[in-house]
């Protein structure tokens, strides 16, 4: 199968943004005729290595060689130029133009007055979806076509620019099964026609199915690249998240306590369905699952920020209004969003502002706010976090990444929950903080509290969670007891194999 | 690729059917119909002719702006660049009587185009939205055609005569404002349609991140765009000066509000990537007729602006509802969870 010289190779690259190392020395060569997987957990680095393939990033050191000669992307035209076409994860048509548009843009046939032959476009755009064997309307508008079809027109752009080497960034993620299998057929007769693709996917089934050869990333770092053929699923997942789980997590053992909240059947159409569990008084329950698989959007709809169309929430027994966060907080429920900088906190106020917010009208006196009261509260709490700031009359802005975290905290333990849910708690945050929030949670649990955590972290998942309830498509895959969730078994689970055989 | 239905082709005079522009045509009939009936003067050779000629200016202003807004962008700028541009000629030509009217032109052109790159430098280098760009530079071009024309004007009767009578001059027949507005809706409605690099502003604005991606040489067409809305309102400016004679500091303000009103009532979407420039340029037919009409029914001129404004109204609504309706029908249909 291998040729002699690889139509692409990624030699020894590196990329940082910021202090933050995305991808480090990472080589592999793609060779043609062959499809080559690439595969990490989330945040291992591969989405910069296609956008550095596109043209979008540039290498920080090491080079791309296309043929066997270096090259250098300015920019999207040239990886283009140079053969290179990227299907991402979420399609980039122009809504507002045609089909044929879409396929032919910057490429258009052109009359002798340089003016657009449209007909030629047409035409090309029929060939190419008869080629594919799709029907679509090159004449139509592209918005309104299902992610499928436009995944379609998408290739058929890669076909017109006659691309030698095909990357795809997720394209199955948002497909069905009998989507992926017609799409797999026509990848499939672009790898026999001689190109190179690199595949890009969670879903460990179509990389077996489709994949000759494999590349394994882990943190940015390149583990390995091997035949598909020689390596099981359990060696690629072991390689995958392979790191040691240190004990960095202390959760303290509690006896769980009543039921504080009991969520049955919510569904939401398109975003999740059927979704039942319940978090009792003293217990961490995590919610894992890949990036999309509609975690945040369950705890959201729990709170009441986002709708859902059916299903019970019940708080302590008594059933939750939808749609009304207001509800949900008097109910006793707090929410630390994903996002501290969008949705956690008003950055340029105060700190104590920001802590004593969500209970103003309980601090008021006469429906005015006086510094004594707000002022108190938020130095027991902030005292409480160990939170380490200059004043209290900071603006929120000024502190650290996980001190803001700690203020979010803050914010809502003043409202004296008893069921806090945290959306990601240690996104971009120092493995220093990070475990100073993990303490404080599992103390919360001790006292009483019962918490609901989304984490996209496995070891964080693993070691503060009393339960994982693991989500794969919005739908809930598997429900893990802390003696049976293991990185192997949380994986599968949310790749959508069986349970660790 | 749900069932394989095959999307029959619509027939071109479907399409039109549907399009903003025939609306426009449709409202522009019924509004002539109207006020001729109540008064027949309206259809008189002079009456048509001066709404012609009043169109003009907001139709040249109209289509640069069409072209920004495609690309996702507005430029507010256009009625100071116009007073820059008219202050600018209105002096020269006064200074020297002897320069050709294509002296004055190629001058307000080469005003506007400077003025519209600073803009397009702004938006694009400076990452400053084009609203606050534009509204900044509105305020600052203002500003200097204030500090530099005191409080002096230039009068008709400073100007030379092949000057002014440009604004009343014919060409075949036709008076040459109207024939600079035709060629430059058509000039630009062309290219907008049938040439790459209007259908990558089309592109630009229908999705800003997926023309980076494409390749799309963004920054160079961002700046082309700038330029063409400056140019065109210095050009303005210089159709203007030749109409009204007299200019001072504040001439044109106010306009850009006329222009971007002309622009998003003939149909060019806010949100970029749809619309045409010469619905556009129908748009500031459309409210020129509107504005003489109501002075020929004696209605308060003051009506005139909350007409105005509910036609923009009705405009964007129709733009949202088509687009929630077809979200919504998306949503539905690809809910495969």
Redesign the interface.
């Known amino acids: 199968m291998a040729e002699a010289t690889a139509l692409l190779e990624v030699h020894d690259v590196s990329k940082s943004f910021g202090a933050v190392a995305a991808v480090q020395g990472v080589s592999f060569p793609l060779y043609g005729g062959e499809a080559h997987a690439l595969v990490g957990e989330n945040g291992a680095g591969k989405s910069t290595i296609v956008k550095m393939l596109?043209?979008?990033h540039r290498p920080d050191t090491g080079t791309l060689r296309v043929n066997g000669a270096d090259v250098e992307f300015a920019?999207?035209?040239?990886?283009?130029a140079a053969g290179i076409a990227?299907i991402?994860q979420e399609p980039?048509?122009?809504?507002?133009?045609s089909v044929a548009?879409n396929i032919a843009?910057?490429n258009?046939p052109?009359t002798r007055l340089?003016?657009?032959d449209r007909k030629a476009m047409h035409a090309t755009a029929e060939r190419l979806f008869a080629r594919l064997g799709?029907?679509?309307?090159p004449?139509?508008p592209a918005?309104?076509l299902?992610?499928?079809?436009q995944q379609?027109v998408e290739i058929a752009k890669a076909l017109s620019s006659e691309a030698r080497i095909l990357i795809m960034d997720e394209p199955t993620a948002?497909l069905?099964a009998?989507?992926v299998e017609?799409l797999f057929a026509v990848v499939r007769s672009l790898r026999d026609e001689g190109a190179a693709i690199l595949f890009i996917s969670h879903r460990f089934e179509e990389i077996t199915e489709l994949c000759e050869r494999v590349t394994i990333m882990r943190d940015g770092k390149h583990v390995a690249t091997e035949m598909v053929a020689d390596l099981s699923v359990d060696d690629m997942i072991r390689r995958m998240v392979g790191r040691d789980l240190s004990a960095l997590f202390p959760k303290q053992e509690v006896e769980p306590g009543e039921v504080m909240l009991e969520v049955s059947s919510l569904s939401r159409?398109?975003?999740?369905?059927d979704i039942s569990f319940d978090v009792r008084a003293g217990e961490i329950v995590a919610l894992a699952g890949l990036v999309g698989a509609?975690r945040s959007e369950v705890v959201q709809a729990v709170f009441g920020v986002d709708p859902y169309d059916s299903g019970i929430v019940k708080i302590r027994g008594k059933r939750l209004k939808p749609g009304n966060p207001r509800a949900a907080m008097a109910a006793g429920m707090a929410l630390v969003p994903e996002d501290r900088r969008q949705q956690g906190l008003v950055m340029d106020l105060s700190i104590e502002r920001n802590v004593t917010l969500p209970r103003e009208r309980k601090l008021a006196r006469l429906g005015l706010l006086f510094g004594g009261a707000e002022r108190r509260a938020a130095a027991k709490w902030t005292r409480q976090l160990q939170t380490k700031l200059g004043r209290l009359s900071d603006a929120v802005s000024t502190l650290s990444g996980g001190n803001q975290q700690k203020v979010v905290l803050a914010k809502w333990l003043s409202t004296a929950p008893q069921l806090l849910i945290v959306d990601e708690p240690t996104r971009g945050i120092d493995v220093g903080t990070k475990a100073e929030v993990h303490r404080l949670m599992s103390s919360l649990a001790a006292d009483g509290l019962a918490v609901l955590m989304v984490s996209s972290e496995l070891p964080e998942v693993l070691g503060m969670a009393d339960r994982v309830i693991v989500l794969r498509?919005?739908?809930v895959a598997a429900v893990l007891n802390r003696d049976e969730a293991t990185e192997e078994s949380v994986m599968y689970a949310a790749m959508g194999q069986e349970a660790a055989a | 690729?749900?069932p394989?239905?095959?999307?029959?082709?619509?027939k071109p005079a479907m399409n039109f059917l549907k399009t903003r522009e025939l609306g426009i045509v449709l409202a522009l009939a019924a509004l002539i119909l109207y006020t001729t009936i109540s008064n027949p003067r309206f259809l008189s050779g002079q009456s048509i002719r001066d709404n012609l000629l009043n169109t003009a200016i907001l139709a040249v202003m109209a289509t640069g702006q069409a072209v920004v807004v495609i690309t996702r962008n507005i430029d507010l700028s256009v009625g100071s660049v116009l007073g820059f541009s008219a202050f600018t000629v209105a002096t020269m030509m006064s200074d020297h009587q002897g320069l050709p009217m294509i002296v004055a032109i190629v001058v307000g052109l080469a005003v506007g185009a400077v003025a519209g790159l600073l803009n397009g430098v702004l938006v694009r280098y400076g990452k400053v939205p084009a609203l606050v760009v534009t509204l900044g530079t509105l305020y600052m071009y203002r500003g200097i055609v204030y500090q530099w024309a005191g409080g002096s004007q230039v009068n008709a009767d400073e100007l030379p005569a092949h000057f002014l009578n440009f604004a009343n001059d014919n060409f075949l027949g036709i008076p040459w404002l109207v024939l600079i507005a035709l060629t430059v809706v058509g000039g630009a409605t062309l290219v907008m349609r049938?040439?790459?690099v209007g259908?990558?502003l089309?592109?630009m604005?229908?999705?800003p991140?997926?023309?980076?991606?494409?390749?799309?040489?963004v920054a160079r067409n961002l700046l082309g765009t700038f330029v063409l809305s400056g140019a065109l309102a210095g050009l303005a400016g210089v159709l203007f000066a030749a109409r009204f004679g007299t200019v001072d500091a504040s001439a044109g303000t106010g306009y850009e509000l006329n222009v971007v009103a002309a622009v998003v009532v003939g149909g060019v979407?806010v949100f970029g990537?749809?619309g045409t420039v010469w619905g556009a340029g129908l748009g500031a037919l459309l409210l020129t007729v509107i504005s003489s009409a109501l002075a020929v029914l004696e209605i308060n001129q003051f009506w005139q602006q909350a007409i105005v404004g509910a036609l923009i109204i009705l405009a964007i609504c129709a733009d949202r509802l088509v687009a929630v309706r077809?979200a919504r029908?998306?949503?539905?249909?690809?809910?495969?969870?």
């Open positions: 596109a043209g979008v920019g999207p035209a040239d990886a283009k990227v991402y980039t048509l122009f809504p507002d133009l548009e843009m910057g258009q052109l340089r003016q657009i799709v029907h679509l309307d004449t139509r918005r309104g299902s992610i499928a079809d379609l948002a069905s009998v989507e017609r159409a398109g975003v999740f369905r509609g498509e919005g739908r | 690729m749900t394989l239905a095959i999307q029959k082709p619509r049938n040439y790459r259908r990558e089309y592109a604005g229908s999705s991140q997926a023309a980076e991606l494409a390749g799309i040489r979407a990537g749809s077809i029908s998306l949503r539905k249909r690809d809910a495969h969870v």
